[in-house]
């Protein structure tokens, strides 16, 4: 099977925004700007509320939250990845050094930072930060190490193998991970025994769950999705290319339920989740729905994909429906509403300065609504670079969508409207372009996918 042609070439500003120097900056600038909100800097500089002693806050004479120690950890370790694979004098280093290096590149900046909060009136530096942030850079900086010297090579030769024979499998196998990191976010299970008694009794005392309608309704579209593609991708992985549509999608419908009892099981000890079985019947529900849906559509045409963007160019209506419903479904739950006036009484200027809702009061769900709120765009941009759109139409397009909805769910309860939507929906509208293209070359033999030779690959040695 010869891939198609690529259909729209990115362009060379869009193709440098994804290399990793480029990422290492915009980490240093995102990371030196979300800690230093809200700039009130108006006293002179003082040590007075310094916090000495790492993993210990003197102000409430405790222990140092730990939820608040694995957000700076979380939040520094992409700029430790970004430094290993992006800069080439921590690369040259070696992996011990390089990472070592990436963590005290985190550790400068982090100081610059805590220097700086010596003279705001608002946040008070402390020596736990410098520790995690440390902490995280290096764990950053490991990583991208062990994937340049171990997984780097063996992760390029499967893939390039995978999307030349399944490249739908591909995209299953995305869109499922994107549901699961979406559901166990931020991934921490708690050790505490009386915490999980605690999530066991919420969950006998309320085995339903207190979701209102309007928030499942974007988790059942999510399923409705994964169980449709589970039908046309699943029998090749199990080597059943040849199963007629109707055990294709009773397959699909076993296998999506079994994810859906997965996830709410894994809950009952993810700290900052409480499962509940309408989540779960909600997913079987619209697994159904889904298979149902297959049938009637589906044709002949209910098989793996041979082509990258094939089921975009062949059922476009589902996919952009898809594309659109699922970022529109997420912005207006839980589909209650207040009235407007009280709701437009209720916005501040802060919320057309990017960035300020989500960090004014960061925890560790903030991680996981990010990731959330920004890859459910990938689809759209993906899908507009699949019929020949050039990324900047999808840049553009998940962008305006994004304003939108955010404009349309200024009356919705417990939604605040946030510009920053927009910001992160356009570039992952960039990055659905970029990821098509670099698959279809990668299809074709003519590039890597993760990163240029000259970026991964150890540096020659020098000539005595």
Partial sequence: MSPGPIRARLPPPVRKLFHPTTWFVLTALFIAYATTIPWDYTRPPSLDGVHWVPGWDSTRDRIWSIPDMVQNVVLFAPFGLFAHLGLGFVRRRGPVFGALLAGLLGLLLSISVELLQTMSASRSPAATDLATNFTGALGGGIAAALWERTLAARFHQRLTALVRSRPGLLIFGLYLAAIVLGGLAPFIPTLDVGMLRHQVRLFLDNPWGNKPFGALLADGLLFAALTFLAARELPGLLGRDQLGKAPRIALAITFTTLVALGLEAGQLVIIGHSPGLQD???????????????????????????????????????????????????????????????????????????????????????????????????PLGYALHAVGKPARFGFLACLILAEILEVLQIPVIDRVYDITEGLYAGLMGLFGAWALTRLEEEAQGRSRLSLDRATTAPPPPRAR
């Fill in 280 to 378: 779960t019947v909600v997913g079987i529900g619209a697994a159904f729905l889904s298979g149902v849906l297959a049938l009637a559509v589906a044709g002949d045409q209910l098989h793996g994909a041979k082509m990258l963007g094939e089921l975009t160019r062949v059922r476009p209506a589902i996919v952009f429906g898809f594309a659109v419903l699922a970022p529109a479904l997420r912005a207006l739950q839980p589909l209650q509403f207040r009235p407007l006036s009280e709701a437009l009484e209720a916005i501040d200027g802060w919320q057309f300065v990017p960035f300020w809702a989500l960090f004014r009061n960061i925890n560790l769900s903030t991680f996981r609504n990010v990731f959330e709120a920004a890859a459910i765009y990938l």
